[in-house]
């Protein structure tokens, strides 16, 4: 074998290396849910996450977005008890420690979105932004009400 075929086999395993880690790294986070359908008239709900986070280095979600719907936003909220009532406070970010998986929940952390109509049947696409500058996009089926009554947060 020439040199030059031997260093370009090196260079060629070395690139296929690179790629495989760079792929492992995007998909150490498998994110799935689900949100919630909108009673009659109302443009507010809710969808809950769960991110599992297989990969070696802590995550934060910073923000979430809703590319495909004009006038939406979706927020981080989490609840707190106060005097014995729950109450919703923005959350800043969600920290996803290396090897754990946060789940969200209905009483707890979940995504606050204003300005959407959500039928039950349908997918919701949803953007994630991440504090290291990456981003997501997914889409989580949307649920009809459980138990008859929307009650979150
Ligand atoms: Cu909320």
Same mark, same amino acid.
């Given at each position: 074998?020439? $040199? =030059?075929? =031997?260093?370009?086999?090196?260079?060629?395993?070395?690139?296929?290396?690179?790629?495989?880690? /760079? /792929?492992?790294?995007?998909?150490? %986070?498998?994110?799935?849910?689900?949100? &919630?359908?909108?009673?009659?008239?109302? +443009?507010?709900? #809710?969808?809950?996450?769960?991110?599992?986070?297989?990969?070696? #280095?802590? &995550?934060?979600?910073?923000?979430? +977005? %809703?590319?495909? $719907?004009?006038?939406?936003?979706?927020?981080?909220? +989490?609840?707190?008890?106060?005097?014995?009532?729950?109450?919703?406070?923005?959350?800043?970010?969600? #920290?996803?420690?290396?090897?754990? +998986?946060?789940?969200?929940?209905? @009483?707890?952390?979940?995504?606050?979105? $204003?300005?959407?109509?959500?039928?039950? @049947?349908?997918?919701?696409?949803?953007?994630?932004?991440?504090?290291? @500058?990456?981003?997501?996009?997914? $889409?989580?089926?949307?649920?009809?009400?459980?138990? @008859?009554?929307?009650?979150?947060?």
């Amino acid at each position: 074998m020439q $040199r =030059w075929q =031997w260093i370009a086999g090196v260079l060629l395993v070395g690139l296929a290396w690179l790629g495989c880690a /760079a /792929a492992q790294a995007t998909t150490a %986070l498998d994110v799935s849910g689900y949100a &919630r359908e909108t009673p009659p008239g109302a +443009t507010m709900s #809710a969808a809950y996450l769960s991110l599992r986070n297989s990969g070696k #280095a802590p &995550r934060r979600l910073v923000a979430v +977005t %809703l590319p495909d $719907r004009d006038g939406a936003a979706a927020a981080l909220h +989490t609840t707190v008890v106060d005097d014995g009532i729950n109450r919703m406070r923005p959350l800043a970010q969600l #920290a996803i420690p290396a090897g754990a +998986t946060v789940a969200m929940a209905p @009483g707890g952390v979940h995504l606050m979105l $204003r300005g959407v109509r959500l039928q039950a @049947g349908e997918q919701l696409s949803l953007r994630l932004h991440f504090a290291n @500058g990456s981003e997501r996009n997914i $889409r989580v089926p949307v649920r009809g009400p459980q138990g @008859g009554g929307h009650k979150h947060g």
